[in-house]
């Protein structure tokens, strides 16, 4: 079994040239491509593990909830932030609202149940066979980026409020603006889906939330981020929300996997 990605390897993540990248797979027609360049220097990969390393500073410097104990079970500092998890090259950025015992314990987003479905769609995209193997499914890291409004897992399974989502969010904006290097994000739930409202024009989210084709069509707006500088930088993304793909979310749990397929096909076409 594939050993899962951590965020102590961010140079693997940066250069889609990586070991991991270079083991042959058949891919289909479907098969979202990658470059084999390496787009990412190495005082970038230094920067990305300074911007982790400035999270963690962040979250030692005053106390914010956090599943403590999730934590110790997993042998990782609660402080530690898990970013994101998979290729920076990709134009596909999957985003969900957070984290939960599962992605502590693999040390990256998106690996449990909900999760689990994202990648199995991803997979079944790419390579038009179906597989729940979680070795197997790794192999999605490769195709596209996988990251949450807060890098840390709240307690119990409320998501964060508003003043600790703003608290991390000029960090998500330096991954999603500085690094990543794609312009398409699937946000999964409502709360992904809010955390955009500040890039495009007041109430243009929330209005768009409430059309009935909201999870077929899509919305632009610009991402905003300031570097360790002290410069601005602005990118264009489009938005391409879904709903949250838990068994709880009974409206959307079974349409989910085609609500998918829909999305990649959108983004990959």
């Not at 079944?124 to 490769?142: I, M, N, P, S, Y």
């Not at 904006?173 to 007041?202: C, H, M, R, T």
Request: charged share 20%; aromatic share 10%.
């Amino acid at each position: 079994m594939t050993s899962p990605r951590t965020l102590e390897e961010p140079g693997d993540l940066l250069n889609p040239a990586s070991e991991n990248m270079r083991t042959v797979r058949k891919l289909s027609s479907n098969a979202i491509p990658y470059s084999m360049s390496v787009s990412k220097t190495t005082d970038a990969m230094s920067e990305l593990q300074n911007l982790i390393e400035r999270i963690q500073q962040e979250a030692q410097g005053a106390e914010f909830p956090v599943d403590e104990s999730v934590y110790q079970n997993a042998g990782l500092d609660p402080t530690h932030p898990i970013l994101y998890g998979g290729n920076l090259n990709s134009p596909l950025c999957v985003f969900g609202r957070d984290l939960g015992k599962d992605e502590v314990r693999a040390r990256q987003p998106l690996y449990g149940a909900a999760g689990s479905l994202v990648r199995q769609g991803v997979y079944r995209f790419c390579f038009e066979k179906q597989t729940q193997d979680k070795g197997e499914l790794e192999a999605v890291l490769d195709r596209v980026l996988l990251s949450n409004t807060v890098p840390y897992k709240p307690p119990g399974n409320k998501a964060y409020p508003v003043k600790v989502k703003k608290r991390f969010r000029p960090f998500v904006e330096q991954l999603l603006v500085l690094y990543w290097q794609g312009d398409k994000i699937i946000s999964l739930g409502n709360e992904a889906f809010k955390w955009f409202a500040p890039y495009g024009p007041k109430g243009a989210i929330a209005e768009f939330f409430q059309r009935s084709d909201r999870y077929r069509a899509s919305i632009d707006v610009t991402l905003q981020a300031t570097d360790s500088q002290g410069n601005p930088h602005q990118k264009l993304v489009t938005l391409l929300p879904l709903p949250h793909p838990s068994p709880l979310n009974q409206r959307y749990y079974a349409q989910f996997p085609q609500l998918l397929q829909e999305r990649l096909q959108q983004v990959f076409s």
